[in-house]
């Protein structure tokens, strides 16, 4: 089965440094997406990893480590436009090759 | 230029009825998606199709159906709506692995 857990919320305050961790357990592993939705609005893409390491895009970046089911989300420079629930996603292999499995989401409150 | 768009936004109706959201996008993506969520914010895949063929089908009631009548286009028309259809429903559509979402559709059932 397929199982991919992230803290429920967070609080961080402006200026500062947050990282959101998510670790995940599938049947098969064809990329990790972090997406990004403010209250009432749509999911917006923020991130892609499928090889191990760092992306950074910014100020946010993201991490993966495979082997650990394991990636995070950092992001720098916390603006109060930052506020929002952040989705770990993960993407099976073939047969599931373009079905996301949703985490619940971190609820980010960033705090003046 | 909207990417990717639905209508209605705002959907308010009584359990029994029958209703149809409907899903545009005008990015040229071959996939698109339906998705449910729920007041919890988990977000449930539904339905996807590529190139108006259906490929991935969740365990989803059959009083749900969706219909692709081309590639910019997939409709979900939902019959004998019940209390627990109340939630946001997002359309999708992608060429590869960045997914894009239309502004959701709030239906409600009383």
């Known amino acids: 089965g397929q199982n991919i857990d992230q803290p429920t919320e967070m609080t961080a305050t402006e200026g500062a440094i947050v990282q959101i961790n998510c670790t995940y357990q599938t049947s098969g592993f064809n990329g990790l997406f972090w997406y990004q939705q403010h209250a009432g609005e749509a999911p917006t893409f923020l991130s892609y990893n499928v090889l191990d390491g760092l992306e950074e895009k910014g100020r946010f970046s993201s991490f993966l480590s495979r082997s650990k089911g394991y990636s995070y989300l950092l992001l720098k420079e916390l603006q109060m436009k930052d506020s929002a629930s952040y989705l770990c996603a993960t993407r099976g292999n073939a047969g599931n090759n373009r079905k996301l499995i949703w985490g619940l989401g971190t609820s980010l409150a960033v705090n003046p | 230029d909207t990417a990717v768009s639905q209508t209605p936004k705002y959907l308010v109706t009584q359990m029994g009825n029958d209703k149809s959201i409907k899903c545009e996008q005008n990015?040229?993506?071959?996939?698109m998606y339906w998705y449910k969520q729920d007041s919890k914010k988990f977000l449930k895949i539904m339905f996807s199709?590529?190139?108006?063929?259906?490929?991935i089908n969740e365990t989803v009631p059959n009083r749900f159906s969706p219909k692709s009548p081309d590639k910019a286009h997939l409709n979900l028309h939902i019959n004998s709506l019940e209390l627990g259809d109340s939630a946001v429903y997002f359309c999708?559509?992608?060429?590869?692995?960045?997914?894009?979402f239309g502004p959701g559709t709030r239906l409600t059932v009383t």
């Open positions: 199709y590529n190139n108006k063929e259906l490929i």
């Open positions: 990015l040229g993506h071959d996939t």
């Open positions: 999708a559509s992608s060429t590869g692995y960045e997914q894009y």
